[in-house]
């Protein structure tokens, strides 16, 4: 099976843009997740989609938002960007209590 | 609330050494426990995870875990590490019941000298 991926890899935005990012889990898994990874504050749960209802939600601000289609694609979105947001987010899929993560997006805001 | 946490930010070792990595959970229920390593300019990979059952369990690469429940802790082990191993380490924690939401330690930067 194809692992999870993620597009696109590599992003560069300025502040006060709002970027999407993409996540296509392992065939057959129906839980998505999300999280954000930064050298100081390591990885961070941001949101869980189960059969495109959010199950789960981390301690980030609204301006982080997800949604996951009906074939278990998710998206993430980040409005009004803050220099802070730079971080790789991570995208994990799971069928049972196993996550597979994908090679993640590097996001850079400047 | 779940938390993880690793004793070590950064180790070195020299090759053939052997390598133990503390981890401690704190939390009261069941929990699914994982090691994930990090290879250089790689993503995320499972090296282990236990849900029940035999408390020692083994990994891919040579390394093995043990899960003391009374210590809430599960320690990461390999005989003898290689070059190769040089990594971040992650311990990760969920509640049973809810796989899809994973605690994470800080990571553990594994450097072995050839």
């Known amino acids: 099976k194809a692992g999870v991926t993620q597009t696109p890899r590599y992003l560069i935005k300025t502040r006060g843009q709002q970027v999407t990012l993409s996540c296509s889990p392992i065939?057959?898994?129906?839980?998505v997740s999300w999280y954000q990874q930064t050298p100081g504050q390591g990885l961070q749960f941001l949101f869980e989609?189960?059969?495109?209802?959010?199950?789960n939600k981390g301690n980030f601000p609204g301006r982080f938002s997800g949604r996951q289609f009906s074939n278990s694609r998710s998206e993430m979105n980040v409005s009004t960007l803050e220099l802070g947001d730079s971080a790789l987010y991570l995208c994990?899929?799971?069928?049972?209590?196993?996550?597979?993560f994908g090679p993640g997006t590097r996001l850079l805001v400047l | 609330a779940q938390s993880v946490s690793q004793h070590n930010h950064h180790v070195i070792l020299s090759e053939a050494a052997s390598l133990e990595l503390g981890c401690n959970y704190s939390?009261?229920?069941?929990?699914?426990l994982f090691w994930y390593v990090q290879y250089p300019g790689q993503h995320l990979q499972l090296l282990l995870k236990?849900?029940?059952?035999?408390?020692l369990v083994k990994g891919i690469k040579g390394f093995e875990a043990e899960f003391i429940k009374s210590k809430f802790s599960f320690n990461l082990r390999k005989p003898s590490v290689q070059w190769s191993d040089t990594a971040e380490y992650f311990c990760?924690?969920?509640?049973?019941?809810?796989?899809?939401?994973?605690?994470f330690g800080d990571g553990t930067t594994l450097t072995v000298k050839p």
């Open positions: 994990a899929s799971s069928q049972g209590e196993t996550q597979y």
């Open positions: 065939s057959g898994h129906r839980s």
């Open positions: 989609y189960f059969s495109e209802t959010q199950r």
């Open positions: 939390y009261g229920g069941t929990v699914n």
């Open positions: 236990y849900f029940s059952g035999d408390p």
């Open positions: 990760a924690v969920n509640a049973g019941h809810n796989a899809g939401k994973s605690t």
